[in-house]
């Protein structure tokens, strides 16, 4: 069986340890503050090696400050 950091390694390359920092520097974010969702928003896209529009990025950030992220995987592969 796949272990799941070698497929989003694949898919993304990402690395397991790059995983790991951006999951500690999530662990105390304030997803209130759009800064701080901003420069996440930025790091991530940076990180995967995407490019990601002006428009799209205001989208996200007014998705996760307002805490109205969508629960279904389908939507949130429709909003990348």
Known sequence: M???????????????????????????ANFNDEQTVRQLIQHLA???????????EDQIVEMIVNNNVPMNMDELKDLL
Do not use: L
């Not at 796949?2 to 105390?28: C, M």
């Not at 940076?46 to 799209?56: D, F, G, L």
């Open 46 to 56: 940076k990180v995967a090696n995407r490019s990601i529009s002006q428009a799209k």
């Open 2 to 28: 796949n272990n799941p950091f070698n497929r989003i390694k694949q898919s993304t390359n990402i690395t397991p340890d790059e995983i790991y920092n951006i999951a500690e520097s999530v662990k105390h």
